[in-house]
């Protein structure tokens, strides 16, 4: 059974920093293209970030570019977004993805449950 | 880039059809067969009802089904059952690794 279990949300300052990590199980997560999806309260889901499988690369929203970084550590099976600069807009349910990705199909097959993101004064 | 449009609201009574539209560009659902669709109740984590298009994953009902027409997507529901009311959001590969959702449809299940 795939299992994502993101942490490190919290209520933070407008201009502060926090670091979001997410615990996969369950499926090979080296190989796995992971992303970060976004939801503000009441709104629509927001594509974040995405960190390739088997390809290092990272890909980001225009909406935090410059102002958060995706990274992994295969080694723990972990995946994290480190997120500075933060705004108010900021301020949303973030969901760890598994992404499905090869040949012929993309989609975010997992979710996490999410974590809670407040950026406020 | 904007978000790809779907009406805000859809609703149907229990064995009825309804069918959700997803508009985007040439850019994203007109290029890939890459389109999904994810219902999520309140509260809870999206779930994925169909992927690239017209495939259902295992365990969603065969009411659920997706289609797609230049610019434009769709995810049909038939025999409308209580439970399938929901938000909806469908999601296009834009290339780039990214992904662009739609702005959701709240399902009312009459």
């Known amino acids: 059974e795939v299992r994502l279990l993101e942490s490190g949300g919290g209520l933070v300052q407008p201009g502060g920093s926090l670091r979001l990590s997410c615990a996969a199980s369950g499926f090979n997560f080296t190989t796995s293209t992971m992303n970060w999806v976004r939801q503000a309260p009441g709104k629509g889901l927001e594509w974040v970030s995405t960190f390739s499988g088997s390809v290092c690369c990272t890909y980001y929203a225009d909406s935090v570019k410059g102002r958060v970084t995706i990274s992994r550590d295969n080694s723990k099976n972990t995946l994290y977004l480190q997120m500075n600069s933060l705004r108010d807009e900021d301020t949303a349910i973030y969901y760890c993805?598994?992404?499905?990705?090869?040949?012929?199909?993309?989609?975010?097959?997992?979710w996490g449950q999410g974590t809670l993101v407040t950026v406020s004064s | 880039q904007s978000a790809l449009t779907q009406p805000r609201s859809v609703s149907g009574s229990p064995g009825q059809s309804v069918t959700i539209s997803c508009t985007g560009t040439s850019s994203d659902v007109g290029t890939y067969n890459y389109v999904s669709w994810y219902q999520q109740h309140p509260g809870k984590a999206p779930k994925l009802m169909i992927c690239d298009v017209t495939k259902r994953p295992s365990g969603v009902p065969d009411r659920f089904s997706g289609s797609k027409s230049g610019n434009t997507a769709s995810l049909t529901i038939s025999g409308l059952q209580a439970e399938d009311e929901a938000d909806y959001y469908c999601?296009?590969?834009?290339?780039?690794?990214?992904?662009?959702f739609g702005g959701g449809t709240k399902l009312t299940v009459l």
């Open positions: 999601c296009s590969y834009a290339g780039s690794y990214s992904l662009l």
């Open positions: 993805a598994q992404v499905e990705a090869g040949s012929g199909t993309y989609y975010v097959e997992n």
